[in-house]
């Protein structure tokens, strides 16, 4: 597979421009990519300096160990959303040269603690014809930006509005994906965590997100159409969680959903994307929440 598709018989997929070419043509056909300038949080980073992706700082890979140290303590590394077990990183300096940090695994997040993978075993693209890296950059594949280290947070061009299409998985709302805040629309922010465009006027939808959700909310407007926004009592910041009707188990512990109604048990509630007002069943005082 090379970009989403099977290449031909006797081809070979180049993974810094996604397309398939004939091995005797590799040479010509498939460049090495060149050297770019690392972008952290927006900013280019001074020549051979990397990025710290616990808080989007260009430092030097020599002193990563002290600059960029990344937690020892599991508990540490739980509040950042992930295990930190073996091959976890902070930065590229964590992993050897043929590996980059990349995000945990079903995460899209530009900043926070990843895990060393291959430059060369990112997985296959989706077929789009751009992806929006961390740094700002459209790649042509998964490979073209995994070869070169860099995170992506979109399958689509960044500094694009991307309308939400009714798939699983997609936007509630239009969104606008971005390496830098100058390709996103007037009045907002490049978040350098989530690698989205946000209203800079809710400072909070650009925070690590809390444990086990993908990424901060405020409202369901900002998760995917397959998740809500989870958090404590029926209004405020979260975190977006998908729903599923496998959260729903036999357990009788009623809680009273945001919505006026009871629920078997908290993860009921979840299974249909409903916050919880309090534990124990809906009365009278419930009416109209």
Known sequence: MCGGQPCPQGQQCCFSTGRCVAPSRATSDCPTPASAPVVCSGVKCLS?????????????????????????????????????GAGSCAS???????????????????????????RSNCGFST???????????????????????????????????????GMPGTPRV?????????????GQQCCSITGRCYDASVPYLCTLPPPGTTISCVDDSQCTNVEFCS??????????????????????????????????????AVAVGVRIAHDGACGGADAGL
Do not use: W
């Open 127 to 165: 077929g789009a014809a751009q992806y929006c890296g961390c740094d700002g950059v459209n790649y042509p594949s998964v490979q073209a930006a995994c070869v070169v280290g860099v995170r992506l947070t979109s399958d689509s061009p960044c500094g694009t509005l991307v309308d939400p299409e």
């Open 48 to 84: 051979g300096q990397i990025c710290c992706l616990l808080d989007g700082k260009c430092i030097d890979p020599s002193t990563a160990g002290m600059s960029c140290q990344k937690p020892a303590e599991p508990s540490s590394a739980h509040d950042a959303g992930i295990d930190s």
């Open 231 to 268: 958090g404590s009592g029926c209004s405020g910041p979260g975190g977006c969680i998908g729903f599923a009707p496998g959260y729903c188990t036999g357990e009788l512990k009623p809680v009273c959903g945001c919505d006026g109604k009871s629920y078997t048990n908290a993860g009921c």
């Open 92 to 118: 590229n300096a964590d992993c050897v040269p043929t590996q980059f940090c990349a995000p945990p695994p079903g995460s899209l997040l530009c900043l926070g603690l990843g895990t060393c993978q291959s």
């Open 174 to 186: 239009p969104v606008v994906y971005c390496g830098t805040s100058s390709q996103c629309l007037q």
